[in-house]
């Protein structure tokens, strides 16, 4: 059965997109929420709304992640599951990509899901453990040129992800450590480079589900879906695996 009743979850980037979806979904079946976001206005409505905890966080900051945990700990006792969500799409490529966009890129991206999963696992061990999603993309798989840095974290996010399974496995921690892989889905990250590339104004179309079929863009639940189950106990044989969800539209 898939269950994540009184599991305690933290969702990085959760003020908007993915997260919030997931943030919400989590609520929704009654697991024990904590959001966090750099984005302390939106993040903190959304909780308050969905009856989940805020803590403002820059995942890319060391420090940031150990308050994060000793609050968890004080807390909640316990983590279950680390959904390390946060991100940024800067649309640059190899000839035009700036040394702060590749920089501020890698330190969102790679230092915030190692800080994550690093900073997790001792209270994951303390819990009997665990299972970690890294937000990883189909770029990591294809490499999109508009997406220099991008795909670069990404793909890094995608073998970080099975060097963890496998250690974890190894020394028998009770932890998972599966990666995402979403195609286009309306968010507004993906608004914002849509409008950008292509000239189309996504809110402006109200219809999501024909923006799927018209664009091949999917909705932030079809990703809080595989969250959720990934972080019940229903998957407890997935592990080190990389799970792409953008309806055939990257097959390699
Ligand atoms: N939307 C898509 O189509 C898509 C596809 C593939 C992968 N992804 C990935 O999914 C994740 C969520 O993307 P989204 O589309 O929901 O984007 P979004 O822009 O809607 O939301 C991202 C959230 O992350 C937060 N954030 C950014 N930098 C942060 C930092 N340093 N510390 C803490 N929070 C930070 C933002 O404030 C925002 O709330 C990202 O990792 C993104 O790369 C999205």
């Known amino acids: 059965m898939i269950s994540v009743k009184d599991k305690v979850v933290i969702v990085t980037g959760a003020a908007s997109g993915l997260g919030e979806a997931d943030a919400r979904m989590l609520a929704a079946e009654s697991a024990i929420v904590i959001m966090t976001d750099i984005n302390a206005d939106t993040g903190q409505r959304i909780a308050e709304e969905i009856g989940a905890t805020f803590f403002q966080q ?19 006792g316990r983590l279950d599951a680390l959904v ?30 190692f800080w994550g999963c690093q900073s997790a696992i001792p209270l994951m061990k303390e819990s009997g ?13 294809v490499g999109i040129p508009a997406y220099l840095a991008y795909s670069a974290a990404k793909g890094g996010i995608l073998s970080m992800t099975k060097s963890i399974a496998v250690h974890c496995k190894q020394q028998k921690l009770g932890i998972r450590c599966n990666s995402i892989h979403p195609g286009s889905i ?14 189309i104004d996504m809110t402006a179309m109200p219809d999501v589900e024909q923006g799927r079929k018209d664009m091949g863009i999917g909705e932030p639940d079809d990703i809080a879906h595989m969250v959720t189950y990934l972080i019940s106990d229903a998957s407890k044989h997935i592990n080190g695996a990389q799970i792409v969800i953008d309806n055939a539209d990257t097959v390699v």
């Open 84 to 113: 390390n969500n946060a991100g940024i799409a800067v649309i640059a490529n190899i000839e035009t990509t700036t040394a702060d966009q590749w920089r501020r890129t890698m330190a969102t991206h790679l230092d915030g899901t």
């Open 129 to 141: 453990g665990g299972s970690i999603i890294n937000m990883s993309s189909t770029a990591a798989l």
């Open 186 to 199: 309306s968010t507004p990250m993906v608004h914002e480079a849509v409008k950008t590339l292509a000239g």
């Open 58 to 76: 820059d995942v890319s900051s060391e420090s940031g992640w150990s308050d994060l945990i000793n609050l968890v700990r004080s807390q909640f």
